[in-house]
């Protein structure tokens, strides 16, 4: 075999080991940790030297800089060297001198453009490409040799480490370390992104969606307002009528569980599950169970965890005065993962379809809250500590007690008041405005 042959199958050697490189590295940065640990717990073979450089990002990221470096050095140097050699034949056809001045630019810079146009597209282009494809194959498959590579530059990879740190102390550039955990944002895009991937459907997208964001969502938000409880008021927890109290409210209102009040209802003595009237006799006061107290501010997820402590599935919120403010179901938390589960006594948004033409304008009550708002009519109001219902905002909006017809405009939406229950509003309209 003549040299030329060597030296030409030296650089595609080269090259393709620069591959190599490019391709690990992309793989790497794309598998998810995740999926390299359970490949680890299936005893996937090269997953556990794969993890072993995934938690070493820094140090493989410096043997790839490492080898990327050495081989395109070495390749362009072997290149440049040969230049003359390679292009004899097609300088000779041109009528240019090899040895001449011109001839052995001609040829360096035909080499350049060669061995760039080789290792873009064999080197860099096509190794990636099939990185983002195959990722978790490639890095599994690739992550011995690199681990026994990184091993083996340890002590260049410390002097690189040592020299760089030496520069930006120089510089006097502080050595700050940015927060490397997933935001609830970003977890959201990626979520996203497996949909777009087929991976998993919508529906498992909405739920992850609407469960990243119970840590930002308050009990207020959600919570029913003091003026829709439906409580069994009792003149004591040993009042002989309790039973046959509550299987009145259950009649009007069939709902499961219902807190337990003194007369007045201020004060909550606890709950009340249908089921447990069911049971054989027992006294009225082992009838009502204990009840979960939480503040308007609290999140959904520590109260979820509340909950599930205490196994109630039902919480009353009250004020930092101790007065109620409202109540909140183990349904209206699982309602933030699945969406609305509407029924005949939980519906709140009231359509109604005018006998003109055009489309329908829902009607819908003032004491929604602006998070229900946005879930089940899709407009987003501004947030604020002072209100947290949609009567809240139009009284704010108006700064006075509005009466029907009055109306609130904001970016493309109009608020109608059409019903009053004295100083509250019971019913709103909501109208899209022609834009």
């Not at 359970?38 to 790839?64: C, S, Y």
């Not at 003359?84 to 090899?98: K, Q, R, S």
């Not at 001449?100 to 873009?120: D, P």
Request: with cysteine; glycine share 6%.
């Amino acid at each position: 075999m003549s040299i030329l042959a060597l030296i030409l199958l030296g650089i595609i050697f080269l090259i393709l080991l620069n591959g190599v490189f490019a391709c690990m590295e992309i793989a790497l940065v794309s598998v998810s940790k995740a999926r390299l640990r359970r490949l680890e717990q299936e005893n996937h073979p090269g997953a556990k030297a794969a993890l072993f450089l995934h938690n070493n990002m820094d140090n493989f990221f410096a043997t790839v800089q490492i080898g990327i470096t050495f081989v395109a050095t070495l390749s362009a140097a072997i290149g440049g060297d040969s230049s003359v050699e390679l292009f004899t034949p097609l300088l000779e056809a041109l009528g240019i001198d090899p040895s001449s001045s011109v001839g052995r630019v001609v040829a360096l810079m035909g080499v350049t453009i060669c061995i760039s146009y080789v290792s873009l597209v064999i080197g860099e282009l096509v190794p990636k490409s099939l990185a983002r494809r195959y990722p978790g194959r490639i890095s599994t498959f690739l992550a011995g040799f690199f681990k026994s590579f990184s091993m083996l530059m340890a002590p260049v990879i410390k002097i690189l480490s040592g020299s760089t740190s030496l520069i930006l102390k120089i510089l006097m550039i502080p050595e700050t370390k940015e927060a490397a955990n997933v935001t609830a944002e970003e977890f959201r895009i990626m979520a996203s992104e497996l949909v777009d991937n087929r991976q998993i459907s919508q529906q498992v997208h909405d739920i992850l969606v609407r469960a990243s964001r119970l840590a930002q969502t308050r009990v207020q938000d959600v919570m029913v307002p003091r003026p829709k409880i439906l409580s069994v008021k009792v003149e004591s927890e040993d009042d002989p009528e309790i039973r046959s109290k509550t299987l009145a409210m259950y009649r009007k209102h069939p709902f499961t569980n219902f807190p337990v009040t003194d007369m007045q209802g201020e004060n909550v003595l606890g709950v009340i599950n249908v089921k447990d009237l069911l049971l054989e006799d027992r006294p009225s006061k082992m009838l009502i169970r204990p009840v979960t107290f939480s503040s308007p501010g609290l999140t959904l997820d520590r109260l979820l965890a509340t909950m599930q402590r205490n196994h109630t599935q039902i919480s009353v919120v009250v004020d930092e005065y101790g007065i109620i403010d409202g109540l909140i179901t183990i349904e209206d938390i699982l309602e933030e993962f699945v969406g609305e589960i509407v029924s005949d006594v939980s519906r709140r948004t009231l359509p109604i379809a005018p006998s003109t033409g055009r489309e329908p304008e829902p009607v819908v009550e003032g004491t929604i809250s602006l998070h229900e708002l946005r879930e089940s009519v899709s407009i987003c109001l501004p947030p604020s500590t002072d209100y947290s219902t949609l009567a809240g905002f139009l009284m704010q909006s108006l700064g006075r007690i509005p009466t029907p017809g009055d109306s609130v405009d904001y970016e493309g939406w109009r608020f109608e008041v059409t019903e009053m229950d004295g100083n509250r509003i019971r019913k709103v309209r909501v109208i899209a405005l022609e834009k």
